[in-house]
C-alpha cells in the first residue's frame, strides 16, 4: 500500500559498509588495529632492530680505528696506500724514506729518485732545485717541477692500456692500469701508454737525471698493483739503483694553510652547546610531529538506520524516472553505463570517439553499425515502448561483446 514503509528482514539485509556486520546490541565496533594488537605483533620485530642497532653501535665504537686512507702513501696497509710497493722495494735493496716537506728531501741528500705523490702544503721551487731523477704522479705544478710538459685540457678515462713506446721500463712491464690525464710529449722525450689526446706517461732528460710524468698512480696503490703489469712498472721506474725520497702529504698540514685564522677550523670556533641544541631541536621536532601527526582514533562501523538492498534502490530511481517522465536522462545513463562497460571489453582507450565504438561493435557482434549508432548516440526515445525497447537491445549488444 501507499505510505507504508519497506520491511526489510535481518536475513535479506546486507551492511552498505563493505561487508562488516554491526555489533549484536546495535553498538559501534572499533576496527582499526589497537595499540595493543599493533605492539603484539610487532615487538618481535622492533626487538630485533634494537639488537642489529646496538651491535652495530657496539662494533662502530668497540672496533679498531682505521683512521683516513693516505693515497699513495708508503706506509698506509688500505687499498688506497701504497705499502705493498714501498716494501717490494725494500725487498729488492731499495732505500725508501718518506718525507713530507721540502726541507726534509733537501736533508737526505745525494743523488736520489724523488717520487712526487703530493706536493699540495711543498714548496715546489725548493723541490725543484734537487738533483737526480724525479716520478711526479699527476700535474702537481708541472710549469715548476717538469716545465716542458704541457697536460691536455681533457681528462682520460683510467684503464688498462698497452704501452707502444721504446721505454725500456714501460715494454717490459707491458700493459698497466693508468690513465687519468694525459700530455704532450716534449722535444726529446718520449710518450707512452697513449690515448686519443696525447700520452699517460712521459719521460725525458732534465740534466742532471731523468723526470718521468704519469697520468695517474692508481697502478701504485695497494688496490691495483697485483694487476696487468702494474707492479712491474712500478719497480722499474722506482729501481733505478737509486735512494727513493717519496713525498707524501703532512699528516698534520701548517697552520697557515687551514681553515679559519691561527688554524682553527669552522667546528672549532662553535661554542660547545651548538651539539646539544641540534640533538634538542631534533627531539622537538620529532614529539611534534608524533603530536600533531596522530589520528583523532580509531575507525569504527555505525549500525545505520535502515539498510537498502541494491536492487530496490534501482527500481526506486525507475519509478522516479517514470513519473517525471524523463525518459531522455533515463536512455543517457543506460547509453552511458553500457560504453564505460563495453569500451574496455573492445579494447578501447577511454578517449576514444563514437565512430570507434559503432566500428568496434559492428565488427565482433555483426549488428547492423547503423541500428547500433542509433541505440547508443541516437535521438532519446519519445516513449516507454521505446525506451524499453532500447534498453533490451543495449543488453543485447552487451551479452554478444561479453560472450565473445
Known sequence: MAGEGVRVTPEESV????????????????????????WRGGRLIALLGLIVVAVA???????????????????????????ALAELLRARGVTVDRVDSAEAARALGGDRLLLAADTTYVDTSALASLPGDRLIVGFY????????VDPV??????????????????????SAYIGGVAFEVPDGGTGCYPSHEGSTLVSFPNGSGT?????????????????DGNAALALNLLDTGKPVTWLVSPDTPPAGDLAGTEGRSMYDLMPAGVGWSLVMACVAVALVAFWRGRRLGPVV???LPVVVRAAETVEGRGRLYRARKARARAADALRAGAIDRLTPRLGLGQGAD?????????????EDAQRVGAALYGPSPETDDELVALAGYVDHIERKVSEL
Open 354 to 366: 563514437s565512430r570507434e565504438v559503432v566500428a568496434a561493435i559492428a565488427v565482433r557482434t555483426g
Open 153 to 174: 685540457p681533457e681528462a682520460v678515462r683510467e684503464r688498462s692500456r698497452d704501452p707502444e713506446c721504446a721505454l725500456p721500463a714501460a715494454t717490459a712491464a707491458g
Open 211 to 227: 723526470t718521468t710524468v704519469v697520468g695517474s698512480a692508481s697502478f701504485m696503490t695497494n688496490l691495483r698493483l697485483a694487476e
Open 301 to 303: 562501523v555505525e549500525r
Open 15 to 38: 551492511p552498505a559498509s563493505g561487508g562488516l556486520a554491526p555489533a549484536a546490541g546495535g553498538g559501534s565496533v572499533p576496527t582499526s588495529p589497537t595499540v595493543r594488537s599493533v
Open 141 to 148: 705544478d708541472l710549469p715548476t717541477l717538469a716545465p716542458n
Open 57 to 83: 653501535t657496539a662494533v662502530v665504537l668497540l672496533g679498531p680505528d682505521r683512521g683516513a686512507q693516505r693515497f699513495l702513501d708508503p706506509e698506509d696497509t688500505s687499498l688506497q696506500g701504497s705499502k
